[in-house]
C-alpha cells in the first residue's frame, strides 16, 4: 500500500468563501453543546526535555512490534521534466530491528509535521517564545468531562513543539464540535458568528461544503478568522492522533547485497494548493513533504554521473547517518507471492503501484538463481506511466527482468506521450487489447492477479475491465462475469492493495 494519504488543501475559491460570507441575519442558531474543558498546562521552564518514545510509545493499529528509527541509506529520484510528480525510492537500513519482511508486506511510517505551519499555529496563539518550554498536561481538577484523561499518544511531559510536531493531526478537518469551541474563543462579532453558523444544525449544508469538501484545517481557520484565539489546551483535547502512513516494501529480503537488512519504500511528492493571506502557495502532503524534506541534501537522480571527493563522501556519509525514520512493520495481508513459484502471476500497478511488484520480482529472481531447476511461472505486469522518457520508474529493472526471463510479458501504457494509432493510453485499455490471452491466462493457465494502486480510480477502473473482457471472451451475461471475479476473489486468486 503506497499511502498518499494525506489531508487536500481548501482551493483559493473556498478560502475566500469561507471568510467573506459572514451572515448579518438574526436567525437563531441550534449549535453543539459546548464540551466542557478537561486538561492544563504547568509550565516547568527550559530544563532539558526528558527522551521520550514516539508519540508517548502508543500503539498504532496493524503494527508488529515498537517502532524503529530506521537511517537512510539512500534516496534516489525516478522521475524527471515538466508535468510528472517527483517520485523518490529511499532505501532504509533496519539492522537491530526485529523487523523480518517478505514481498507484498508494507511498513507504517510516523510522520512530522510541517514545521512552517506549526509555527505559524503557534504564531496565532501567540505562544511562539514557550514552545521549547517544558510543560507538563494533565487532567484538570473538577473537570465536568466523565472519564477524563491525557489522550494516550501525549506524553505527559515535553515541549509544545513535540506535541504539535510529532503528535497532533494538524490538518485534520476540525469537527463542528471543535468549531464551536473555536467560536467562543473569537473576539471579532462577526467572525464568531460565521464560526457558529459553520457547526450549526442550520449551517450544515455550509459545513459539508466550506469545511468537510475544502478539507479546512486548523491553521486555514485561525489565518481565516484572526480574532480566533483558542487557550492551546482546548486545540490539544479536540485534535486527533497524528496517524502513520503505510507504504509497500519495494524490494525482496533475498536481494544483494543487505537484502535483510536493508529495505525500500517509494512516494510520491503531493503537492496541495492553498491561499495564504491572499497569495498563492504550496503545501505538500504531510508525509511525503516530510520525506522529501528530510532526504533532499542527498536525493540523487538517476541521470546523475558525479565524481564525489573523499571528502563530500564523508560529508555525505555524516548526513544519512543522522536521518532516521521511524517505522514498523504492519500485519500481514493476504498480499502474498504463492508458495507454489510455478503458479503464473498478472501483476497491474501503475505509476507508484509498481512498487511491491519490484519486490516479487527481485524475489523470483534471486530464488531462481539459487536453485536454477527450479520452474517459474509466467509473470506479465502491466504498468503505465505519463510519458516513457520521464517517470517509467524502474525502467532497468524492469527491462533486465524481461532480459532474465523472470518477466514473461511487459505491457506499457503512456497516457500522455503522443500516441500513435491506438496505443493503450491506460492500463485497462491494455488489459481490453489484449483480452483473449488475458482471459486464457487467467482460467487455463489458473494465474492469480494482482493489482496495487488507488481504490477510487485506478482500482475501481481495472475491476470493472476484468469483468468486461471475461465478459466478453467467455460470452455470458455481465452478472455473470461478476460472479466470477468475486469467486476468484475468495480463492486468493484477485488480490489487491488499493488505498484511498
Known sequence: MLSNICASIPSPHNMRTIKEHFSTTDVMLTLPVLPPDYLELHYVGKSEEERCKIQNGCMYPFAVGLPFLATVVSAQQLTHGEDVKKIVDICLDIQGSDIVFQPGDTIGIIPQNPESEVEK???????????????????????????????SYIPAKTTLKTIFQTCLDIRAVPKKVFLCVLASCTEDSKERRRLEELCSKEGSSDYSEFVIAARVTLLDLLEAFPSCCPPVERILEHLPRLQARPYSIASSPLQKPSGSTQLHIVYSLIELPVL?????DIRYG???????????????????????????????????????IPIYLRKSSNFKLPEDLSVPLILIGPGTGVAPFIGFLQHRLEEKQRNNEVVIGDIWLFFGCRYKDK??????ELENYFAEGILTRLFLSFSRDKRKGVEPKYVQDNIRLHSKEFVHQIFEKNSTIYVCGDAKNMGKDVFEVVVSVIEQE??????????????????????????I
Open 474 to 499: 467467455r460470452a455470458i451475461e455481465e452478472q455473470e462475469a461478476r460472479l466470477l471475479v468475486s469467486e476468484l476473489q475468495s480463492q486468493g486468486r484477485y488480490l489487491q492493495d488499493i488505498w
Open 121 to 151: 499555529i503557534f504564531k496565532h496563539l501567540n505562544i511562539l517564545e514557550g514552545v521549547n518550554d517544558i510543560v507538563v498536561v494533565s487532567v484538570k481538577p473538577g473537570t465536568l468531562k466523565k472519564k477524563a484523561c491525557l489522550p
Open 286 to 324: 504531510t508525509c511525503t513533504g516530510w520525506l522529501d524534506s528530510l532526504t533532499k541534501p542527498i536525493q540523487t537522480k538517476r541521470c546523475d554521473d558525479i565524481l564525489i571527493d573523499e571528502m563530500e563522501k564523508l560529508k555525505l556519509s555524516n548526513i544519512r547517518g543522522e536521518m532516521k
Open 391 to 396: 517517470d517509467f520508474l524502474y525502467r532497468l
Open 276 to 280: 495564504s493571506h491572499g497569495g498563492s
